[in-house]
């Protein structure tokens, strides 16, 4: 398989490391930026093209799309015409512009697609989804989900004020930027049918979008769930509280999963297998995309679940500006 890496930043850079340490050669790389597109080639051997149209003319099969999320759709509908399986970073856009046209491109092509929400292969709400559907805490009643980084700490050696996540104008925004804390909560709960939301840019950092969001949403299910996500804390969090009515989940990103049940009355806690890192989800979700295109299978998040969840997000933003509750 040919691989077409589209934007060789921080992300593209992880996936071309990737794709090259599970035994894929077969290489490309594009970007505006000619000192990324050199330490593609430099590092992981890919060839670099100066622009996307020379990419896709070289046979390229898969495109991996990891540019900032204003020019996702654009990008992701000249790679499926050129009938290239894609797989985009999260969100597969920043308004719902293209959204339907893409999709229609990609069944008309029969192409195997995939939105990364990566959050779906750590081991924490990996563990917690096997839990939830073995019925072990029963009925689930409520949740709560937190995300937090310092923006300047992100990525340190960058400034962050030119990052997408800082600027309107390219998708960015606490809202969008967490995306997958929104979609592994529909992956664990089912579909939202409301969502109310308080927030925006409450800090002194200088940004032009929100950097604070907390969400109450309602599930079909018949139960509500709280996520809290901004830009602000000083120590990277993320954790998750689940509710049953026979037990309680708890998962943090810095261990395990642990989980009580009232009949037993006992904890029990699975540690992260042994040597866990954070580019182990990286990796499974790209094996996963990988197996899906060899059996010529749609992805469990594919550009039409993507487009559900970026609407989603998109009525965040709207109850957030408005101050009103938003139905879906």
């Not at 339907?100 to 779906?120: A, H, P, Q, S, Y």
């Not at 604070?212 to 998750?240: E, K």
């Not at 989603?312 to 408005?322: D, E, F, P, Q, V």
Request: hydrophobic share 40%; charged share 20%.
């Amino acid at each position: 398989m040919r691989f077409l890496i589209v934007g060789c930043g921080s992300i593209g850079m992880r996936h071309l490391r990737n794709l090259k340490n599970l035994g894929f050669a077969d290489l490309l790389a594009y970007d505006t930026v000619v000192e990324r597109r050199e330490r593609a080639q430099q590092e992981c051997g890919a060839h670099q093209f100066d622009s996307l149209e020379a990419a896709l003319d070289a046979g390229a099969e898969i495109a991996f799309i990891a540019t900032p999320p204003h020019i996702h759709i654009p990008i992701a509908l000249q790679a499926a015409r050129a009938g290239c399986h894609l797989f985009i970073e999260k969100p597969l856009s920043h308004t719902e512009t293209g959204l339907d046209e893409l999709i229609g491109v990609v069944e008309k092509n029969r192409l195997v697609t995939m939105v990364g929400c990566n959050m779906r292969f750590h081991h924490g709400p990996a563990t917690m989804k096997r839990i939830i559907d073995a019925g072990v805490v029963g009925k689930i009643t409520s949740a709560i989900l937190d995300a937090g980084y310092y923006m300047p700490d992100w990525h340190p050696d960058q400034n962050y004020r030119e990052r997408y996540s800082a600027r309107h104008s390219m998708g960015g925004g606490v809202v969008l930027d967490g995306i997958q804390e929104i979609d592994y909560a529909r992956w664990l709960f089912g579909e939202v049918t409301e969502v109310f939301c308080a927030g925006g840019k409450l800090s002194g950092l200088d940004i032009d979008v929100e950097d604070s969001a907390n969400v109450l949403m309602q599930f079909r299910a018949g139960f509500s769930a709280m996520l809290h996500i901004d830009y602000i804390q000083r120590t990277y969090a993320r954790s998750c509280k689940i509710i049953g009515e026979q037990g309680t989940i708890l998962w943090d990103i810095t261990g395990q999963v642990r989980w009580f049940v009232a009949k037993t009355n006992q904890w029990t806690a699975i540690d992260p297998p042994y040597n866990y890192t954070i580019n182990d989800m990286y990796v499974e979700e790209v094996r996963y995309f990988l197996d899906c295109v060899a059996q010529g299978k749609q992805t469990e998040l594919n550009v039409i679940d993507g487009a559900r969840v970026t609407r989603l997000a998109l009525a965040i933003k709207r109850s957030m500006l408005t101050g009103q509750k938003v139905m879906l």
